[in-house]
């Protein structure tokens, strides 16, 4: 498996492990104890180690707490030691307190590091932006975080392009972490050239936008009963359209033709972007691997990646 260098002795896996569904399906507290079971999870976390990935994405969140328990106890019955990305501003539960203020920060993170079972987290980052906490007290407190040790690289996940220059202004972060895929272009407005100019690694998760990526969604069809589609369909909606389906129907028909899946060809792409440290990948099941070890080895050139992005 490649792995990429983020700096500050961090290296990634440039297929990620995304733990999201272990215990819950997202931060969603109306879906904790959903989701894969420990049993399910250690399946997939094997899996994923044999076949080279070994960097783990979660957050205090996910679950409740439950995506970060699986994997401590996961390290703890295994003795393997993943290089760890987790994230903090959600709640944990319905009305608990969420954000980005010191003394949250300084707890989430103490509470990651009991679930876990280790003593410091390879990059911790933002969940998102906090509008409520100055941008300088969050900086300060990963700073602090890093310099005792207990962090090795911090990052942020789902800042848009304002929210990253104003980050900027005040220091670098290594991992910039948000939505991107054939179908999600918003970063390429302006996220990725940011990134490229400070140097800052970037890690996309949502590869397969939802599922409809893969090819299992069909125009007019329910989706499938446990699918991202039919339990959490929000962030999708804007993207069931007639025109979506007829693209993503001449998109399958190219896979078809190169010989390979459209998850491995939708993946590909991704890793073809030059902004693109790492994939971060969330299956449901141990097969749903294999596509992202595929796209590794097609390695699509810039020609294709671009004849590829007219698709859509």
Same mark, same amino acid.
């Given at each position: 498996m490649e792995r990429r260098e983020l700096g500050n002795g961090v290296e990634v896996s440039r297929i990620i492990l995304g733990c999201g569904n272990f215990g819950g399906i997202g931060s969603a507290p109306e879906f904790f104890g959903h989701?894969?079971?420990?049993?399910?999870?250690?399946?997939?976390?094997?899996?994923?180690?044999?076949?080279?990935?070994?960097?783990f994405d979660t957050a205090d969140a996910y679950g409740g707490g439950r995506s970060e328990s699986a994997i401590g106890k996961w390290i703890a019955s295994r003795s393997h030691r993943p290089q760890i990305a987790t994230k903090t501003f959600n709640p944990m539960d319905s009305?608990?307190?969420?954000?980005?203020?010191?003394?949250r920060i300084t707890r989430q993170l103490e509470s990651s590091l009991d679930r876990l079972g280790v003593t410091q987290i390879d990059v911790y980052l933002a969940h998102a932006f906090d509008p409520e906490t100055p941008l300088d007290e969050t900086v300060t407190t990963f700073d602090a975080l890093q310099?005792?040790?207990?962090?090795?690289?911090?990052?942020?996940?789902?800042?848009? @392009? /304002?929210?990253?220059? !104003?980050?900027?202004? %005040? $220091?670098?972060?290594?991992l910039v972490q948000n939505s991107y895929s054939l179908l999600e272009r918003g970063d390429e407005d302006e996220v990725l050239e940011l990134c490229a100019h400070f140097d800052v690694g970037y890690t996309p998760f949502g590869p397969l936008a939802g599922g409809?990526?893969?090819?299992?969604?069909?125009?007019?069809?329910?989706?499938?009963?446990?699918?991202?589609?039919?339990?959490?369909p929000g962030p999708y909606q804007h993207l069931l359209t007639d025109e979506t389906f007829t693209r993503l129907d001449r998109f399958?028909?190219?896979? @078809? /033709?190169?010989?390979? !899946?459209?998850?491995? %060809? $939708?993946?590909?792409?991704?890793l073809a972007q030059p902004a693109v440290t790492a994939v971060v990948i969330g299956p449901r099941r141990v097969e749903h691997l294999e596509p992202a070890v595929a796209a590794l080895e097609l390695g699509l050139s810039r020609e294709d990646a671009d004849k590829l992005a007219e698709f859509f």
């Open positions: 989701g894969e079971t420990d049993d399910e999870a250690f399946e997939i976390m094997d899996g994923a180690w044999e076949l080279g990935i070994t960097t009305g608990a307190d969420r954000g980005l203020g010191r003394a310099r005792l040790g207990l962090i090795k690289a911090w990052g942020v996940s789902n800042f848009g @392009a /304002g929210e990253l220059r !104003s980050l900027f202004e %005040l $220091a670098r972060p290594m409809l990526l893969s090819g299992k969604y069909r125009s007019g069809e329910p989706p499938q009963p446990g699918s991202r589609l039919s339990t959490r399958t028909e190219e896979a @078809a /033709g190169r010989g390979v !899946s459209p998850a491995t %060809l $939708a993946i590909a792409w991704l």
